[in-house]
């Protein structure tokens, strides 16, 4: 599996040369993601993965440097999550577990796909915004969205739809029944809920 990063994430990661591959391409259809690192609020390091044939994504909210380090064991966490939060089958889950066993990390090449990373991320600091009568957080937009299927693409399909329709075809699952996509947003509430109650003890010490 090939890993895509930013020069932002590269740079975080501080990764040498040798330690890049310069690979074109990949073989299998579920191979090829981008990453990249970025803020959603002052101190709060997040992280983006984005599958480069579907636009399918998910994110690792709030992590540490030590935790970014470690992309290909954060990859692979919230791949599963992912994964889980579909309600996909067992064959695909170890159908995936199997491409994870060898994660390379290579550099962006497709600024399409970092376009569209960077629409996620406008559209989610614009949801994330702070309320300027409260500085509170809409939490309860933002937990209530999930950008891996709201969003169309081009051809008007939502990133969960295109990723079904790719496992569907794979001939590893072939006889395999892909589920339609559940809305379940438990890593989003989770986090908005660390947020909440950071903010609710600010006040605390403030009074």
């Known amino acids: 599996m090939l890993l895509r990063c930013t020069q932002k994430f590269l740079t975080e990661l501080r990764l040498k040369k040798s330690e890049i591959a310069e690979l074109p391409g990949v073989l299998h259809p579920l191979d090829e993601w981008y990453a990249h690192v970025f803020f959603l609020y ?3 390091k997040c992280a983006i993965f984005m599958h ?13 440097r030590n935790q ?3 992309i290909r064991g954060l990859f692979r966490k ?7 939060d579909e309600h996909y089958p067992g064959s695909v889950i170890k159908l995936f577990n199997e491409r994870l066993e060898d994660i390379k990390i290579g550099q962006t090449i497709d600024r399409k796909i970092v376009s569209l990373i960077n629409r996620r991320l406008w559209e989610l600091g614009y949801m994330s ?10 939490d309860e937009f933002l937990a209530g969205l999930d950008f891996r299927r709201e969003i ?5 399909r939502y990133p969960i739809e295109r990723m079904r329709d790719l496992l569907a075809d794979l001939e590893e699952l072939k006889g395999t029944e892909i589920p339609m996509a559940k809305k379940k947003h438990e890593v989003l509430e989770a986090f908005f ?7 609710q003890l600010e006040k605390n010490m403030t009074n």
């Open 193 to 199: 809920e660390t947020l909440r109650q950071g903010r």
């Open 42 to 44: 002052p101190r709060r």
């Open 78 to 84: 919230c791949l599963g999550r992912a994964l889980f």
């Open 152 to 156: 169309t693409l081009k051809d008007y």
């Open 129 to 138: 915004d702070y309320s300027p009568d409260d500085q509170r957080v809409h």
């Open 68 to 70: 970014l380090n470690d």
């Open 52 to 64: 480069a044939n579907t636009g399918f994504c998910f994110f690792a909210f709030d992590r540490t």
